[in-house]
């Protein structure tokens, strides 16, 4: 009858290591005037990885409407709907926290180029972006671990009027941490409606 053990044993043993190894994810993104696309890759087990590229995220052509719009829908008032958010936000912002703690940053890069109508305009947009990303990626670099330098470059461009994105990072973290993070989300979000 040992034999009967062994199968939920190694299900057992497979779901742990799944919990523990981490899950890397990449994301480029690319943007100037020709073209511009999301790609998504993530890394599960150490071989096993998924990719999706999505092409043209900005500047989509609009699909056309439907023949018959169907009725309007209740809509909820706008004040429940901001309590309702207000709520989810108060639930879920510790167990981000708790996520962002625990996720590790391998790689950032992001480059901008960016040139306005004249020399003026062209350098305060650039001190401007300057600004932003240092802000943005001090309060990144807070909330996470880091294990790499940002790797930040702003071009500007006097000669004529142009914009474009680089920007590339990877992240992993375990599962077990998104996990423990839903199941604490979902608590206090649920201890939070109970009490309202």
Known sequence: MAWFWWPPAVLLLIFLLFLIIPVSL???????????YLAL????????????????????????????????????????KLSRWRRLFKAAFPSLLFLLRRTKLHRVRWHTKVGLSDA?????????????????????????????????VIVPDFRQPSFAVVFAA?????PVYILLTGIKA???????????
């Not at 995220?57 to 023949?67: F, M, N, S």
Request: charged share 20%.
């Open 170 to 174: 990877t992240i992993s973290v375990r």
């Open 26 to 36: 990449e994301v480029r993104f690319l943007y100037r005037r020709e073209e511009n």
């Open 120 to 152: 003026y305009s062209t350098a305060l947009a650039a001190g401007f972006l300057w600004g932003a990303k240092g802000f943005l990626l001090s309060v990144l670099y807070r909330l996470s671990s880091p294990l790499c330098l940002p790797d930040l």
């Open 41 to 80: 890759q993530i890394k599960i087990w150490p071989g096993i990885k998924y990719r999706k590229i999505i092409p043209r995220i900005i500047g989509k052509t609009q699909a056309a409407p439907p023949k018959e719009l169907p009725l309007p829908a209740k809509k909820a008032p706008l004040k429940e």
């Open 186 to 196: 979902g608590y206090l979000y649920l201890t939070s409606w109970s009490a309202a």
